[in-house]
């Protein structure tokens, strides 16, 4: 049995991600924000584990894990919380671009740290659940592209360093996929949101889990997973 740590298990790809690794008999452990969050991730995944820590102050989790049970072992770190908001350069403010940053990069990279030492013991993996935004950026999504730019260094330089310890690292990047960041964004766009129209959460769900379960003998680095339709 595999132990993973997952971070945005509460609803779209994360959640599917979840959900399969607990319904082939894996152990998840999932991290929540505060305590009311673990408690909603416990009702949405029946016998999950949860860890609580705010993605958004990463300076503080470290802190907060000290604070709890930690797992033994962890054989894959999966990060694929993220927020988003959409803004021109000349209208974000630094608190928009702290919010994103923290979240979607600094967090992962502190998180990352934290549990390396499980992982080297594991020979485990991480995956980075990035965007298509984490290759391209476009008009009103400098922050958030920025973010997932970094992300996407992150998992580059921790494959390259991580891979003589037995961890493997990949960068997943899908494009639009029916999720509630999607519909936020159609609200910052203006635009009417059809979730038939994108990618199903569940589709990605069987990327990563491939990932996973790839032989030791290969790694996947990199994956994009855009639209079919």
């Known amino acids: 049995m595999s132990i993973h740590l997952i971070t945005g298990a509460g609803s779209g790809i994360g959640e599917a991600v979840a959900r399969r690794l607990r319904e ?3 152990e998840v452990v999932l991290l929540a924000r505060d305590a009311g969050r673990a408690k909603e991730l416990t009702e949405l995944h029946p016998g999950a584990r949860t860890l609580v820590g705010d993605l958004g ?9 000290a604070q709890q049970s930690l797992p033994d072992r962890i054989d894959s770190l999966l990060h694929i919380a993220g927020v988003v908001e959409l803004g021109p350069v000349g209208g974000l403010s630094p ?3 702290h919010f994103q940053l923290n979240t979607n990069l600094v967090a992962p990279a502190e998180i990352t740290r934290l549990f390396l030492p499980q992982l080297r013991v594991a020979q485990g ?8 935004a984490g290759l391209s950026a476009h008009v009103e999504w ?19 360093e991580e891979h003589g310890n037995g961890v493997r690292v990949t960068s997943v ?41 790839l032989p030791r003998d290969a790694e996947v680095n990199d994956l994009t997973v855009r639209p079919g339709r």
């Open 125 to 132: 993996h991480v995956v980075f659940v990035n965007s298509g």
């Open 24 to 26: 082939r008999g894996d």
């Open 57 to 65: 102050n990463p300076d503080r989790l470290a802190w907060a894990f």
């Open 95 to 97: 608190k928009a671009w």
């Open 173 to 213: 990047y899908p494009g639009r996929t029916a999720s509630p960041m999607q519909a936020k964004v159609h609200r910052q766009e203006g635009k009417e949101y059809d979730a038939s129209r994108f990618i199903d959460p569940e589709s990605v769900a069987t990327t990563i889990v491939m990932a996973l379960d």
């Open 142 to 160: 400098s922050a958030y592209a920025a973010s997932k730019h970094g992300l996407k260094a992150l998992a580059d330089s921790l494959r390259e």
